[in-house]
């Protein structure tokens, strides 16, 4: 794994993105914080990955000014607030050998904040997301992350029952926008932090 972890850091780089390893939660999450002034807001993008490394807890504690639809009453409100954060935070659906973010999405609020709007970003992956291919990061986004999600979720799509994708036209579907970063975007200032564990779907 720290080969395939190696190979995934290096091409990341080669793609422009900043990238750093870490080998194990805590570091990234003291890295994070480090890297992060109370002066910048911070916004959150639906993320088991995050939710496992109770970063939100962290950020709230130290006095940054959070936003997270998953902690809010006022969900689109909150979504709204985190469109124009400094800082966003998220993780991916998968990352390639190859250097690709690939990504699916429901409402698009999570990969649009991914590669634009904000001052930096910062997308955390555990070593689960690594993938060889494009192809091989589809699969797994169809068939794991994405009933793992509907499931968490508690939404009618087929995916929730039968622990696959059917390319269904439920309007629960989470998978109708797909973004792939095949380079860091110009003018973008996206960091990807790697991390020696399995973390989220």
């Known amino acids: 794994m720290k080969e395939k972890i190696r190979l995934a850091e290096k091409s990341l780089k080669d793609n422009g993105f900043i990238v750093r390893v870490f080998d194990n939660k805590e570091e ?116 794991v992350a994405a009933p793992k999600n509907a499931k968490r979720l508690n939404i009618n799509t087929p995916c929730r029952f039968t622990g696959k994708c059917n390319d269904c036209d439920s309007p629960d579907r989470i998978c109708s926008v797909e973004v792939i970063l095949h380079r860091n975007p110009t003018g973008a200032n996206i960091n990807v932090y790697i991390i020696d564990e399995d973390l989220g779907y």
């Open 28 to 143: 990234a999450k003291k890295a994070l914080l480090d890297s992060i002034s109370t002066d910048e807001s911070v916004a959150f993008g639906g993320s088991m990955t995050l939710h496992e490394m109770d970063l939100y807890d962290d950020f709230k504690k130290r006095g940054y000014k959070v936003f997270w639809h998953w902690k809010a009453e006022d969900k689109r409100k909150e979504l709204e607030s985190a469109y124009n954060a400094d800082i966003y935070l998220t993780s991916t659906n998968a990352l390639t050998l190859d250097g690709k973010l690939v990504n699916m999405d429901g409402t698009a609020n999570r990969v649009s904040s991914m590669f634009y709007g904000h001052e930096r970003v910062y997308i955390i992956a555990g070593r689960n997301k690594i993938c060889k291919d494009y192809e091989d990061a589809r699969e797994r986004i169809k068939n």
